[in-house]
């Protein structure tokens, strides 16, 4: 008999914990960036396939004028002369937001947001990129839109 309840309490606790989720809600986060740094690595044989590009940026809220609340790192690596395929990650105070996807420029994109840390464990959803300023230092608005 103890040995069926224990099983019984066991699968309990499986379902629960299995069933449980630290899924992000549904939201809108609008941010700005400014371009900390950037490094262009050449392929090894000098083609466009397999060249690098690493991104780190200061996030702002525009709301709040010149407070960065958080740091983004991007690594891109070029598929063809235009196209290339991008990670990244968005930190802030209480989490990180992780992206991925193919791009065609740095001006105007869309990518996807596969994951997340504390606050935004779990994350979903899109962030668009749209550049407002290329000098002196490149400016972006980020639109960040989670589905869950």
């Given amino acids: 008999m103890r040995s069926k309840l224990a099983s019984a309490t066991v699968l309990t606790a499986a379902v629960v914990v299995g069933t449980a989720s630290g899924s992000t809600p549904p939201a809108q986060i609008r941010i700005t960036d400014v371009q900390a740094s950037y490094r262009y ?74 994951g997340g840390t504390g606050l935004y464990d779990n994350a979903r959803g899109s962030l668009t990129v749209t550049s407002t300023a290329l000098r002196p230092k490149r400016r972006e608005v980020l639109l960040f839109r989670l589905v869950g």
């Fill in 41 to 114: 690595i050449p392929s090894s044989d000098g083609s466009p396939v397999g060249a690098l590009e690493i991104v780190r940026q200061r996030l702002y809220n525009p709301r709040i004028s010149g407070k960065q609340i958080g740091h983004a790192d991007l690594v891109c690596t070029y598929l063809d002369a235009q196209a290339r395929t991008c990670t990244g990650t968005y930190a802030f105070p209480k989490g990180s937001l992780v992206v991925d996807g193919v791009i065609q420029s740095r001006l105007l994109y869309e990518i996807a947001i596969v």
